[in-house]
């Protein structure tokens, strides 16, 4: 077990080197810099000063190696459109708020979603499931989080009056882009938690134990759930990183100052270590929720082995 | 001297088709046969749209900007009097052609690497699933808004940039599809008579393997609406003065509180086709390939 996780995250870091490398690459391949689009262009000399200060005049490779150097020392330097802050203090601001959303939004959409799933599956062919099913589950899935955000905004917001439409800091503020950013994780969970335990509920066992004469009510929680449960952790593990970088919508519709939204900027305006350091961030929680997932699957499952983990 | 008269005609088969059956069974998919009818129009009033919109999608009315609806602008005005309703037949055009355009795209760069690493297995497999394996660790769509904040942004770049983002899952498809054909007998048999490989490739097997990739296809449509739209509404997507329903929504924003119409019609419109499209979509996968229904809605 060991060897495979010590393999899968050099694989983790050597993609996340060529990230880094690919993206430096392609920023530094358009045309134009992350100065030229001040409000009046700058004087020359004003100008190779600014390069010079940020090192943009020195080579690419020397540049890129430059960067790896400070960044394996812990300094992800100054970000070009504000520098007065630093990018680690930049992003530690930002941070927060992408965190609070997408740890109430994975809380609500998987919870909900299993129970909404559940109950679908066990009330199976009656009109609670078909409505559960045919029509909640697929529009969550197919509707836009921004679109979902919109109609809540236009209802909550400006109709009613009853919730801030953007912005953040009151505790208000997170409800609706909890709610618009839930959806699509709890149709998706709710989606699959219906099929896994459908799949059990027909499952030899369970006839057998019915026809023992065990409760539905110990037949349900002991043997069914348990059992359809087990997969879908492997569904959650992936559906981590998509739900922090899903937000990046999510953010710009409710005016939330998180990492997406200085992503967004950040790419705009070519801010070259903000960028950076936000793409090795997104890499590294992304990879790591994908090795994740797939130890928990070999935990949970017996069945499942690990390539190249010896038996 | 009666010539015999040989019935050279060759035996029909009596027994439908598979496509046939698969329509069959699709239209007898209720919600899956409406969302394909809208679907069909939205697409149809993506191609017709100068037929069909009342104004151009640039006309300008500033003396009646942010209208709500009336006789002369049926759902309003936005911001610089442009139609909306006239702007949502022309967004359509553009979204659409996004929509459909980097999906294709992405099976074009994505199907022929599945192919061959389904069919030729070994160095080739394993390279390709050491590709899958990394690119699974890149999130897809900050790569593409990354290139599209990056180098600018039009129709075309929209489509090369999702495209190329998204030929992982058609590989990934096309791969297990190649995997499973590749042993067959009726492969072997044209092995035996001397097919040449890309024969075998193209002409024998990829008419078994193409029904489940055309359902990845247009399951993927919503995605790229998703995307696509979401890009524009950032800003970073189609700009103005072409009409974009993702645009559309980024220009109505900043007036929700006073013209709520802004927001609605564009927001309407991406909901309806996304709708449309995933259960147009379901309905063709239920459709094609009863087993799969089995687990999703038994």
Redesign the interface.
């Known amino acids: 077990m060991v060897a495979y996780l010590a393999k899968r995250f050099l694989t983790l870091i050597c993609v996340m080197l060529v990230m880094t490398m690919v993206v430096f690459a392609l920023m530094h391949a358009v045309p134009g810099g992350p100065f030229d689009q001040t409000q009046q262009p700058l004087p020359k000399p004003a100008m190779e000063n600014i390069m010079r200060k940020y090192g943009l005049d020195q080579p690419i490779w020397r540049q890129y190696l430059n960067w790896l150097w400070a960044v394996l020392h812990g300094d992800f330097g100054t970000p070009f459109s504000q520098p007065t802050m630093t990018v680690t203090g930049l992003i530690a601001q930002a941070w927060p708020a992408t965190l609070i959303i997408g740890a109430w939004t994975i809380g609500i959409s998987y919870i909900g979603g299993v129970v909404l799933g559940c109950i679908a599956a066990l009330k199976h062919n009656t009109w609670v499931d078909r409505i559960l099913t045919s029509t909640v589950s697929t529009a969550g899935i197919a509707l836009p989080n921004y679109v979902v955000g919109f109609v809540l905004i236009t209802v909550f917001g400006v109709r009613l009056g009853w919730l801030p439409v953007g912005g953040w800091g009151q505790p208000q503020d997170v409800i609706l882009p909890v709610v618009a950013f839930s959806l699509y994780p709890l149709a998706l969970m709710a989606r699959y938690t219906r099929a896994t335990t459908l799949e059990v509920t027909y499952a030899d066992y369970v006839r057998m134990g019915r026809a023992r004469g065990l409760s539905e009510r110990r037949l349900t929680f002991r043997y069914v759930l348990r059992t359809a449960l087990i997969p879908l952790i492997t569904i959650m593990g992936p559906n981590i990183p998509n739900i922090l970088t899903g937000s990046i919508f999510i953010e710009a519709t409710f005016a939330v100052p998180g990492l997406g939204s200085y992503f967004t900027t950040a790419s705009l305006h070519r801010d070259y270590p903000l960028i950076l350091a936000l793409v090795l961030i997104v890499a590294a929680l992304w990879g790591t929720c994908y090795i994740l997932s797939d130890v928990a699957y070999t935990v949970l499952d017996p069945r499942v082995r690990l390539e190249g983990l010896s038996r | 001297m009666t010539a015999i008269t040989v019935d050279t005609k060759p035996i029909t088969a009596a027994t439908p088709g598979f496509w046939r059956t698969a329509w069959r069974r699709f239209r007898r998919n209720k919600?899956a046969l409406v969302s394909g009818i809208v679907v069909v129009l939205i697409l149809l009033t993506a191609i017709l749209a100068p037929l069909i919109a009342p104004q151009g999608y640039q006309v300008q009315d500033l003396a009646n900007s942010l209208a709500g609806p009336s006789r002369g602008h049926l759902l309003g005005t936005d911001r610089l009097g442009r139609d909306l309703l006239s702007r949502a037949i022309y967004g359509a055009r553009t979204s659409m052609l996004v929509a459909i355009g980097a999906p294709l795209l992405g099976a074009v760069i994505g199907i022929p690497i599945g192919i061959l690493a389904g069919w030729y297995g070994r160095a080739v497999d394993f390279v390709a699933l050491r590709l899958f394996?990394?690119f699974?660790?890149?999130?897809q769509?900050?790569v593409a808004?990354?290139?599209i904040?990056?180098?600018g942004n039009s129709v075309g770049k929209l489509i090369l940039f999702l495209g190329i983002s998204s030929w992982l899952g058609f590989a990934r498809l096309a791969r297990a599809q190649y995997i499973s054909l590749r042993n067959r007998d009726f492969v072997l048999a044209a092995q035996a008579v001397g097919v040449p490989t890309w024969r075998i490739l193209i002409i024998h097997l990829l008419p078994s393997a193409v029904g489940p990739l055309i359902i990845f296809l247009v399951q993927e449509i919503?995605a790229t609406?998703?995307a696509s739209?979401?890009f524009s509404?950032?800003?970073?997507g189609v700009q103005d003065p072409l009409a974009d329903w993702g645009k559309m929504?980024n220009d109505g924003?900043q007036y929700?509180?006073i013209d709520?119409w802004t927001?609605?019609v564009p927001?309407v419109c991406?909901?309806l086709a996304?709708?449309a499209?995933?259960?147009c979509g379901?309905g063709m996968r239920d459709a094609i390939d009863p087993s799969s229904r089995q687990?999703?809605?038994?």
């Open positions: 919600l394996e990394i699974t660790m890149v999130p769509i900050l808004l990354l290139l904040a990056l180098f919503p609406i998703f739209a979401g509404f950032l800003g970073l929504l924003t929700l509180s709520l927001v609605m927001t991406i909901a996304t709708l499209f995933s259960f379901d687990s999703a809605s038994r």
